[in-house]
């Protein structure tokens, strides 16, 4: 079981490390003036970072059930 563990240990730390461009993005456009850059840009990242905790939610969550 412990290669097991690690072996998911180390599919969830690659999902991570694949998501993060994505993360910054909605965090970088997250940042922009609304006045300047629009205020599309910010919906659009705000539903962005919604999506990416949600991710993370789920993520979690399945993990946590595959170890039990």
């Known amino acids: 079981m412990p290669a097991e563990n690690d072996n998911l240990r180390e599919i969830v730390e ?3 490390i694949r998501f993060q461009p994505i993360d ?3 965090n970088v456009m997250g ?3 609304s006045g300047v850059q629009g205020v ?3 919906r659009w ?3 962005g ?3 990416a905790d949600n991710f993370r939610e789920c993520l979690d969550e399945a993990i946590t059930n ?3």
Do not use: N, S, T
């Open 40 to 42: 599309f840009v910010r």
């Open 66 to 68: 595959y170890k039990k």
């Open 49 to 51: 970072m919604y999506l």
């Open 14 to 16: 690659e999902i991570i």
């Open 24 to 26: 910054h993005l909605f």
């Open 31 to 33: 940042a922009a003036d």
């Open 45 to 47: 990242a705000e539903i």
